[in-house]
């Protein structure tokens, strides 16, 4: 049996994070194997290139050379990690996936979301999200909330204003083209607010697998 695919996209310091732990706990109180996994990132490969991507010091990066980075990850990612975990039946969290590059590379650095798509094609893998949860929130908020993290911001995330807008609106774009994938999930509220708006989601699927 097939696993579920299931991602969390939104701008920057929507709450995925804390939202992908408290869904992996409900689902492994239902006895579900779970795996949690990140872009860019989750393998020891796609971690590294995630160095790269985001490290403040490469200023100077190419928004061309930033897509194919990405790709890089998520090929990797997909092929070592994702598809292996989907055949064995499991049920895998990804906080960020395909389309970030969309919203981000495609929109956000005016590259074109479908240059982005096919860009991304082969590193897919023939492997899409059977649904994405996309965490709806003012980008000048998500901003707020994430200078607020005990970390250092990323590359991506010191870019200006304008940027995150242009993003914002390459998931909304997204959410339109892909309706029986995306669902908006109101991010502005509490934690436990959003928390069941995702269970409300989830609860509407097929159980877990197909």
Same mark, same amino acid.
């Not at 991507?53 to 897509?67: G, N, Q, V």
């Not at 870019?159 to 242009?166: C, Q």
């Not at 774009?173 to 959003?194: Q, S, T, V």
């Given at each position: 049996?097939?696993?579920? *695919?299931?991602? *969390? ?38 971690? @590294? ?24 990850? +998520? ?20 906080? +960020? ?9 495609? @929109? ?12 991304? +094609? @082969? ?5 899409? $999200?059977?649904?994405?949860?996309? *965490? ?8 707020? &909330? ?18 995150? +807008? ?12 892909? $309706?029986?994938?995306?669902? &908006? ?26």
């Amino acid at each position: 049996m097939r696993g579920y *695919f299931i991602t *969390f996209e939104g701008p920057d310091g929507a709450g995925k994070t804390t939202q992908i732990d408290l869904l992996r706990k409900y689902l492994l109180d239902k006895g579900l194997d779970v795996v949690v996994t990140r872009e860019p990132g989750g393998t020891p490969i796609s971690e @590294a290139i995630r160095g790269i991507i985001l490290d403040t010091d490469h200023s100077e990066m190419d928004p061309i050379t930033e897509m194919y980075l990405y790709a890089a990850s +998520r090929a990797q990612h997909v092929g070592q990690l994702i598809a292996p975990a989907l055949r064995q039946g499991k049920i895998v969290l990804c906080d +960020r996936f395909v389309d970030s590059s969309i919203a981000y590379q495609g @929109a956000g650095r005016g590259l074109g979301m479908k240059m982005v798509e096919e860009i991304n +094609r @082969a590193a897919l893998q023939g492997i899409m $999200p059977d649904i994405t949860l996309f *965490f709806d929130i003012d980008p000048e908020k998500g901003l707020i &909330r994430g200078r607020k993290r005990d970390r250092k911001a990323d590359r991506l995330e010191l870019e200006n204003i304008d940027f995150h +807008r242009e993003v914002y609106k390459g998931f909304c774009k997204l959410c339109h083209m892909y $309706p029986e994938r995306f669902r &908006r999930i109101k991010a502005d509220g509490d934690i436990m607010e959003i928390h069941r708006q995702i269970i409300n989601e989830i609860e509407q699927l097929p159980k877990y697998g197909k």
